[in-house]
């Protein structure tokens, strides 16, 4: 580290900063003339939705572009230093010595062929920060400050021997290794269960308050940042929406487009007394080949209310959602709709049983077939089970597409022309054409922006009420159950761990997982993290 | 202009005029950004289409016509001079672009038929049926194919049809492989399974939901295939076991004039003779891999530019 | 046992049934032949007896599974048969071993093959991995350019060219390859310049080309970028970053380009009048000499199979993920 200065003093200062990309064969203006002060030993989280931004941003505050981008204007003062104006081979001085960068997939930016412990302790040889030894023994400390397993030992492996969460704590020791004046954190714990993420949260923010470095963090979602940083800057569009403190910035964001960045948050459904089950999973055992994926599976749900089945990746959880549609036939147990037994398997059921029961995916974007246009994608249902053809199928088309808010003129449109809530519009339209009872939302907003997944569950929740539909909703996230579910469904390890009604099961005392779940989910208070931690050590 | 807007407005038709209008400008769009090299490809690829066409039309002699002077230089009677038996090699060369070009195109379009529909097969049904073919390609693929050409045509004997049903059954293993490997990747995506989940049969599944999202990396594929199966044919031509006399045919010319290549330092143009086939087939070649380039270079999104 | 070993031992398995699978092919063809063959090898005077006893030779009066079995073991010890040509509808049989006829010719076509992989590997991987390097370059552009023009070439267009340049109007080099064994190696060498020449061009366009695009597909892997962030110099980010984990990719483009050589030759052979095993497989399918064929063929396959069996297991061998199990 250079002549440690005060904490306080100004390190980072970008000043009316653009970028422009490369795509569509013409530059597109990605940052709109941003400016940014971060002062040494200060964290200042980034947020802004898909397009905003901001990890172009993020990258840029380490003079580095991205290939087929390009600063058109601005400057980056790092240190007194502009290097906008810097070459590759002066910012490689920089780079992994003064400023370091986590990447958001651990997995794909680790080289697959060397130690975890080489990789770590690279750039901290190389600019001759320390010897090798030295910093071997310093990144067995790393590892151990950031609670890794065996931390003498860990970096021997390779990046393929150790799981996603340690991956990206290991990432962070190597940030850390060479004493850096600034830390880039560009979605670190994405892509990991909130279990995991809380943990790794909470290792990454003891070494960064430790080592008392400055980091910029970057993210979409609001609760985890505002665990991490001290000031947050709102981003939408490649302009800056507003900058506040955190504390400030949650209780009185200025921006009524801050506010809508936890607008889901806000949502909570009244919930639907349980009446007669429509659909009832009884003793469920399923396999895929030979690895046996649930066990004994139970759940019912009641007719017209939304039962939501919460859990973390491998819990199960879409699987449900296979044997219940048929392309996962059972081993044991059976499935019953409205009182009779469904085959087990897809070509066994029949017509008006598979339009009974429709699906709407996670992602829009491959649920769609590119080249078919919305007329096609609708009106296929339509035809195919109901037999409406010609006139009466573009008229009923239509009808649909003004149910879920769209209109006529979207007729002809291919999917590719739509955005991202539009396309999952058209796929709740297409669920819809079959006239279903029973429909299987599988994480259907977990890829959209938070505002777009707002219109999209109260889209769900009005068309519940007007058509008296069934849902069982599959999903990760927590906010998302209280918005939407009248009963929850927790699952783990293919087992259904608790189940009943969402005040019973929000409500304590829960199962342990159960309780590790809830716990996990970042909250919307900047002293969560410190809570939770110091609750769970006792 | 201002029908153009009426006919816009109207709800009905709407639609159909937009999608038709952004089709057309889309195209016409890529063809005024195309590069120099994709506008000469496509010039040379018309220009051999429409001298296959007219052949019989453009060349001033019959194809086997023979003349009393064998090695009769380049003149204004004999454009490009006689052959070893006296045929006129300008007419020749004209009727080389219908029967070589003829041939590689009908062996193409056989082998993406052959391995496309298999392809497909093996994509959809990944039981039996994929073992069954993806195992007997590999062994297929094991043997180069020019060699297995020569054994076949050995055995069989070289008709055009033989040499047609050999190069593209051999060709089709490369489709195929290509086919399945595309396929793949679509049967997988969730519309795939939506429209199975409808209960839609295999033949819609097929037809509506896979071959269009196919389509674009297998036109490319063609445009290769078509290279390597011409390049074959006018090898095994050359090497005397292709296309047999008295057809005109580029390959096997190369071969029959090979020896005027020896009087090029006393006549320039007789040393040039042998090469002029060998340039139609390398041109031909040339346009096509232009335009592929491009092709692909513009479907994959500029992926090189990353 | 070791992942690394297990998964090679799979391969071998793995080539080992294809080699089998190929010999049955192979084989197999002798089955097709029509049946009046006896006769057109022979010649129409042959008489009844002459074609039976031909028949009986070939064996075709035993079941075809005993016939193959026979063979394969006769291929084992380096016994390919025996040519068809030389024999007369008389019944004189001057024919001769078809081991014998390939030997030589063997030799010759490997000399060739090799001093043209001598040239061109290095050279390819040097252009494709400088051309990934710079990519975009008026140097990439232009190379790229010339070998997309020379992959277009047929391989004879390529060869007649160079003879018109050097041997013909410039009499440099010689455009007859024809040696034989009592050829020193400075003439041989000079005989064959003009061969090797010709697919040297051929070949380092094709290898030149998949390194490049190998290289520009590993070059874009998040850990080139987090390499890069981290101040890695260029040189290292490719030697320490890119170079260990793109051995299995340039190992497949070598072998795929090698076994294109032993294709090429054969065309090439036929060109320059090269005694190779290339142009005795044309002679013999000219006058469907069906053993000769058949032997020469399986060569080619063998060769084939062995190089890109080398691949995949340099490939399986260098794999981390492989070598260093979880």
Partial sequence: MSNKAQKGDVLLDIKSLEIEGFSDEKWHEIIKGVDLTLRRGEVMGLIGESGAGKSTLGLAAMGYTQPGCRITGGSINFDGVNLAQMSDEQMRGYWGNRMTYVAQSAAASFNPAHRLIEQTTSSTIRFGIKEKAEAHKDAHVLYAALNLPDPTNIGDRYPHQVSGGQLQRVMTAMAMSPRPDLIIFDEPTTALDVTTQVEVLSSMRAIVEEFNTAAIYITHDLAVVAQMADVIKVLRYGEEVEEAATRQMLKSPKQDYTKSLWSVRALQKEEHTATDSIMSLRGIDAAYGTAKVLFDVDIDVPKGSTVAVVGESGSGKSTTARVITGLLPQSAGSVVFDGDALPERLADRTKEQKRRIQMIYQMADTAMNPRQTVRDIIGRPLEFYLGVRGKANTERVIELLEMIELNADFLERLPAELSGGQKQRICIARALAANPEFIICDEVTSALDQIVQEGILKLLLRLQSELGLTYMFITHDISTVKAIADQVVVMNEGRVVEQGSKTEVFQPPHPAYTELLLSSVPEMDPDWLTNLNAARNR | ?306 | MHPVLVTVLQRLALGLATLVAVSIIIFISIEMLPGDFGQIILGQAATKATVAAFRAELGLDMPAYLRYFDWIAGVLQGDLGTSFSGRAASGQDRSREVAELIGPRLQNTLFLAGITALISVPLALILGISTALYRNTIYDRSINAATLTTISFPEFFVAYILILFLSSLNQWLPSLANVDASTPLGERLTRIALPALTLTLVIIAHMMRMTRAAIINLLASPYIQMARLSGASRTEVIVKHALPNAWAPIATVIAFNLAYLVVGVVVVEVVFVYPGIGQLMVDAVTTRDIPVVQGCALIFAVTYILLNLTADIIGIITNPRLLHPK
């Fill in chain 2, 1 to 306: 202009m201002s029908e153009d807007i009426q006919t816009y407005s109207a709800t009905a038709e709407s639609g159909n005029v937009y999608e038709r209008r952004s089709r057309w400008a889309k195209i016409k769009l890529a063809a005024r950004k195309s590069p120099y090299t994709a506008r000469f490809g496509i010039t040379v690829i018309l220009i051999y289409v429409l001298v296959a066409l007219l052949a019989p039309l453009l060349a001033p002699y019959g194809e086997a016509q023979v003349f009393p002077a064998p090695y009769e230089p380049w003149s204004s009677t004999h454009f490009f001079g006689t052959d070893q038996i006296g045929r006129d090699i300008f007419s020749r060369m004209i009727y080389g672009a219908r029967n070589t070009v003829g041939i590689a195109v009908a062996t193409t379009l056989l082998s993406f038929l052959i391995g496309g529909s298999l392809g497909l097969a093996a994509a959809i049904d990944r039981r039996w049926i994929d073992q069954i073919f993806s195992r007997s390609v590999d062994v297929l693929m094991a043997i180069p194919s020019l060699i297995f050409a020569l054994v076949l045509l050995s055995i069989f004997g070289s008709t055009v049809l033989n040499l047609i049903i050999i190069i593209a059954v051999l060709d089709a293993t490369r489709v195929f492989r290509l086919t399945r490997s595309v396929a793949v990747n679509v049967v997988v995506m969730d519309y795939v399974e939506a429209a199975k989940l409808r209960g839609e049969g295999l033949g819609w599944v097929m037809r509506r939901e896979i071959l269009p999202n196919i389509l674009p990396p297998l036109i490319a594929e063609f445009g290769l295939r078509f290279c390597f199966v011409f390049l074959t044919i006018a090898a095994l031509s050359f090497l005397g076991v292709g296309i047999q006399p008295p057809t005109a045919d580029w390959g096997s010319m190369v071969r029959e004039n090979a020896n005027l290549l020896q009087f090029a330092q006393y006549d320039l143009r007789a040393g040039l003779t042998p090469l002029l086939p060998a340039a139609a087939i390398a041109l031909l070649t040339v346009a096509v891999n232009f335009v592929v380039d491009w092709f692909l270079h513009k479907t994959s999104g500029l992926r090189d530019e990353q």
